[in-house]
């Protein structure tokens, strides 16, 4: 893939064709990875439209000793035509020169990299456009390895829209429209920005020397880890129109930062965002505290905030407080790991999301939970997730988060934690005895209703029992129930055992507007029902997906079906075989048959009726009488006391501690 041009002249004099502009380019290029090889000197001239075009998405590297000179067209009636290189992919200008100019235009569009090369670039720019001149309209500023530019001095990057837009300025505050000059040289720029001054292979071992800045600060870019070390970052500088990263406390671009926090941390933000992530990742981490103060006197309310995320932060074991007008954490991917953070905005009577904690694409946490407030909970609206106080509005206090053991289980939409395991009746709409012991994996419910009424999102908020422990079992005593009213009564991704001497009636959404919801069981797993007694229903499927066992237990399960899907119905999308049941069988409705079908080059199983169709009716299972209880011969069981994983005990089951064993082969629960 590689266009060698040796001591080459290409002048195109073609008339731009509306039908057909390109044939009027010196160079157009749709090849993703294209290498264009400079041998001496070459010139491309277009007389009529632009020198290069590279195509969208597609990437180009200019590399080799000589030389290139690009025209691009200083005559074409249309403006537009008027540039030297058009780019709507990635170009790498690597150890050349290149020179390249267009009447209105020299580099716009795309992502660039300049890599030890040297580079003439000249657009002579439109009066009352700022986004035309010298280099304009990048979709991200461009990346220097080796090289810096020279001149025009004291020109700056200044980005229109807040993605995707970057223009070349002056000193004088306008479009660059002369020549600029990039040149070799020993300083590398690097993607971000500490109180208004950019972070470069010049002042990264010792980022004190910037106005505002004072303690430890550093910055080490073979691990993209900046040090922050009983640190204060102070930002007083002035909001320039549209530059508005020159007034962060800190300007990421880096992907893949890591923010090492050693002792007390301040970064503070007079008149705008106190840490802003504009793209790519930070992680913060290490033994020490930050805390981040962003404006609260700004005249634009999106500047008011402590942390503004426009791609992934992760929290990792440290201490972060953040703080702004309107927001203390917004939007981005967020995830929080066994670390202790508290964040506070006041919201805004223009966005009723806005607040502490709001907007996010994405939340996580990790051995850490939500401490205060209480009763706090997310709401998922317009694709995105903010955090709800009891009063259902934003919260706009303080919300901490701290260090806790938490499990993978989540009762009425909240997870389950060390704090709270030996009560989940505290949880609002559980009733009755519910409690978790780690240990053995084992949820209790005794005589237990469960109830949520959250709309159902991706992370199982709305469903009664979400569930992602391996080899957990629900210990049924008395009569439970568990409802939700708009996501599925209970959501299973591990292995997952119903047992006990009680029954548990689980209820689906019947009335969620997304059918995919209105589910009794969803097993994203494998679950076995042992010896209770089990109903399940919703409002389209009963029992959905997954491998199940039906272990001498009584079953029933309703689920309503859809036009839209032939297959939903009380019991079906089974993976790949039919149910093991062992000790009963299928009473109602008589006739039922398993059905096999195929999806996605998948086997999949429904329960059908008599009529061919898949069954919308109760479905009953109850105990075989005829089966044998027990067998007279089983050589597969292991005689003897087993603990869940598999280790033998000594004694008798009498003289064990509260749990769940496994004795001569069959799961057995001690009270």
């Not at 209105?104 to 990299?113: A, M, N, Q, R, S």
Request: aromatic share 10%; hydrophobic share 30%; proline share 2%.
């Amino acid at each position: 893939k590689t266009l060698i041009l040796d001591n080459a002249t290409i002048h195109n004099t073609a008339e731009v064709e509306e039908s057909d502009r390109f044939k009027s380019i010196g160079i157009v290029t749709r090849i993703n990875g294209l290498t264009i090889r400079l041998v001496g000197n070459n010139t491309i001239t277009a007389e009529k439209n632009g020198g290069i075009s590279n195509s969208f998405e597609d990437t180009l590297t200019i590399m080799g000793e000589g030389k290139l000179t690009v025209n691009g067209s200083t005559t074409a009636s249309n403006y537009d035509y008027q540039k030297g290189i058009l780019n709507e992919g990635t170009i790498t200008v690597s150890g050349c020169t290149l020179e390249a100019s267009g009447g209105v235009c020299g580099l716009v569009g795309g992502f660039w990299k300049f890599d030890r090369c040297t580079v003439r670039v000249k657009g002579d720019g439109r009066s009352n456009d700022r986004y035309t001149g010298s280099i304009v309209s990048l979709w991200g500023k461009p990346e220097f390895t080796d090289c810096a530019i020279t001149t025009p001095e004291g020109a700056y990057w200044k980005n229109h829209y807040g993605i995707g837009d970057y223009c070349l300025y002056g000193a004088d505050g306008k479009p660059v429209t002369d020549w600029v000059t990039i040149e070799k040289s020993a300083v590398t720029i690097y993607n971000f920005k500490i109180a208004g001054t950019q972070v470069t292979s010049a002042n990264c071992n010792d980022l004190s020397v910037i106005d505002g800045v004072s303690g430890k600060v550093n910055y080490d870019h073979a691990t993209k880890t900046l040090t922050l070390d009983n640190a204060t970052i102070s930002n007083k500088n002035t909001v320039d129109e549209d530059d508005w990263e020159k007034v962060a406390g800190i300007f990421n671009e880096v992907n893949g930062l890591t923010i090492r926090l050693v002792g007390n941390n301040t970064i503070t933000s007079e008149k705008s965002i106190g840490v802003w992530n504009y793209c790519g990742t930070i992680t913060f981490t290490g033994a020490g505290k930050l805390v981040v103060n962003g404006s609260t006197t700004s005249s634009e309310d999106w500047s008011k905030v402590g942390i503004l995320n426009d791609g992934g932060i992760i929290v990792n074991g440290c201490t972060l407080e953040a703080s702004g007008g309107v927001c203390g954490l917004a939007r981005g991917g967020w995830k929080f790991d066994r670390c202790t953070v508290r964040a506070k905005g006041g919201g805004s009577s223009d966005n009723e999301y806005a607040g502490s904690i709001g907007v996010l694409s994405m939340y996580q946490f990790s051995g850490c939970a939500i401490a205060t407030p209480k009763g706090a909970y997310w709401e998922y609206k317009d694709a995105h997730y903010s955090l709800f106080g009891k009063d259902n509005k934003v919260i706009t206090d303080w919300v901490t988060i701290e260090p806790i053991e938490d499990y993978e289980l989540w009762i009425a939409g909240t997870k389950l934690t060390l704090a709270n395991c030996n009560d989940l009746s505290a949880i609002d709409g559980v009733s009755g005895t519910v409690k978790y012991d780690n240990n053995t994996k084992t949820l209790t419910l005794d005589n237990a209703t469960i109830e949520n009424t959250i709309e159902d999102d991706r992370k199982g908020r709305g469903s009664g029992i979400y569930n992602q422990i391996e080899g957990l079992t629900i210990h049924l005593i008395g009569n439970n129930t568990i409802t939700a009213e708009k996501g599925m009564g209970v959501w299973n991704f591990k292995t997952l055992s119903f047992m006990g001497d009680g029954k548990l009636v689980v209820k689906g959404s019947t009335t969620s507007s997304d059918i995919s919801r209105q589910k009794g069981i969803f097993n994203y797993g494998s679950i076995t029902v042992s010896d209770c007694t089990l109903e399940a229903s919703g409002g389209v499927y009963g029992l959905v997906s997954g491998y199940w066992t039906f272990d001498r237990c009584t079953v029933r399960a309703k689920g309503g079906g859809s036009s839209d899907d032939e297959y939903a119905g009380s019991i079906a999308w089974f993976w790949h075989k039919k149910p093991e049941l062992n000790g009963c069988e299928i009473i109602a409705p008589t006739g039922a048959k398993w059905k096999e079908f195929q999806s996605n080059n998948n086997s999949y199983y429904s329960l059908f009726g008599t009529d061919n169709k898949v069954i919308t009716d109760w479905v009953t299972i109850t105990p075989d009488p005829n089966a044998i209880e027990t067998p007279t011969a089983d050589t597969t069981a292991k005689q003897g006391i087993y603990s869940l994983s598999g280790v033998r005990l000594q004694g008798e089951l009498n003289n064990l501690p509260k749990g769940v064993y496994i004795v001569n082969g069959r799961k057995v629960v001690k009270k």
